[in-house]
């Protein structure tokens, strides 16, 4: 009566009209010195050839378990908090693909999709909620932290991927502020750091200001002001700076 069991199984399809093949060349290059000794040099060149269209077969088998525990705090009423719900749920999320017949190497690389390979591992997390009632329910909190185990490991792969979180909170209907990446433990550093905060007012204007940071990579920060003064009219603004370049990347005004 406490524990959730979720078996899935899936299939996916996509017709690839180009497919590819990387090849190596292996070529020799005598020279011979002036004190008349032979030397040769061997260098290897990878190459790309176009192949024939294919279509891709790949099959999904998984397992989702889980369990809800909560906890409820009793607290004086008031404007922001009035009784606090604690929701915790530990989850294991295990997904079986067996090697579909077109690997990424064999693909032209264009979005995740075309990223889709073998798998063999459990997700592991636990997601979290604060909550509290007002005229509704709002999430004071909603976090869910997670990590892969790889049965399976490829070539230089951990067991454990990097740790990763969501962290979400909407604690007024005006405000939606969020906190997203991926933290490697083994290296001890942060590999993406996504924040995001949303100021609005429904109708009227509304604020959002993102930073999007990825390491060795950019640190971009992103800004939009949209103002509706009228039912058929609004305007907009924006601009997105990188700090790692110290420039301003792009900015713009828009009427609508």
């Known amino acids: 009566g406490f524990l959730n069991l979720i078996p899935r199984a899936g299939y996916r399809g996509t017709y690839y009209s180009r497919t590819k093949e990387d090849y190596r060349v292996v070529s020799t290059n005598t020279t011979v010195g002036t004190n008349g000794i032979a030397v040769s040099t061997v260098s290897t060149n990878t190459f790309m050839r176009e192949l024939d269209a294919e279509f891709r077969n790949l099959y999904e088998f998984g397992m989702e378990s889980s369990f809800k525990a909560f906890k409820v705090w009793q607290t004086h009423p008031g404007d922001f908090i009035n009784n606090l719900r604690h929701i915790a749920e530990p989850y294991a999320d295990y997904t079986y693909i067996p090697e579909p017949n077109l690997r990424p190497a064999d693909l032209y690389q264009f979005d995740d999709l075309d990223a889709l390979d073998r798998r063999n591992d459990i997700k592991l997390g636990v997601r979290n909620k604060i909550q509290t009632k007002r005229r509704e329910i709002y999430d004071l909190i909603n976090a869910d932290l997670w990590t892969f185990y790889r049965l399976d490991p490829q070539g230089t792969e951990e067991d454990f991927s990097n740790l990763g979180f969501d962290v ?21 550093e942060i590999d993406t750091f996504n924040t995001r905060l949303i100021l609005e007012e429904r109708t009227f204007w509304a604020l959002e200001l993102e930073h999007r940071y990825r390491q060795d990579a950019n640190s971009l920060l992103n800004a939009e002001v949209r103002i509706n003064p009228f039912i058929n009219w609004g305007y907009k603004a924006f601009t997105r700076y990188e700090f790692e370049e110290s420039e301003m990347e792009a900015w713009g005004i828009s009427v609508r």
Do not use: K
Request: proline residues 5%; glycine residues 4%; negative net charge.
């Open 168 to 188: 979400r909170s909407e604690p007024f209907d005006w405000m939606d502020f969020r906190i997203d990446g991926y933290y490697d433990q083994y290296e001890s």
